[in-house]
């Protein structure tokens, strides 16, 4: 099985930065993608950004100039980088991946979150 933890939410002002990370463990044969959503009281949880195994990425509108997404493969670990953040990015942050455990077995996984507040 493949498990996820997040680390790095916090309490920050608003232009400042933060860094999350993600480690996946348990059995990995290979890392189709890893993502970043969130999800902020009384709204859809929301696609913040994600990085493929060829280490292509995307990122929403609302993120796009500000947050970036990068990899390790060899740790399995994904990252987001955020700056200058906006009240507006207050919300709980999940890690997930598409992983396949064998070639022919895989499933999406998700971490249990890290709460992002952005506040003066």
């Known amino acids: 099985q493949v498990q996820l933890v997040e680390t790095g939410g916090g309490l920050v002002q608003p232009g400042g930065s933060l860094r999350l990370s993600c480690v996946a463990s348990?059995?990995?044969?290979?890392?189709?993608?890893m993502s970043w959503y969130r999800q902020a009281p009384g709204k859809e949880r929301e696609l913040v950004a994600s990085?493929?195994?060829?280490?292509?990425?995307n990122y929403d509108d609302s993120v796009k100039g500000r947050f970036t997404i990068s990899r390790s493969n060899g740790a399995n670990t994904v990252f987001l980088q955020m700056t200058d953040l906006k009240p507006e990015d207050t919300a709980v942050y999940y890690c997930?991946?598409?992983?396949?455990?064998?070639?022919?077995?895989?499933?999406?996984?998700w971490g249990q979150g890290t709460q992002v507040t952005v506040s003066s």
């Open positions: 990085i493929t195994s060829g280490h292509s990425t």
């Open positions: 997930t991946t598409r992983a396949c455990e064998t070639h022919s077995q895989w499933g999406d996984y």
């Open positions: 348990g059995t990995i044969f290979h890392i189709v993608a």
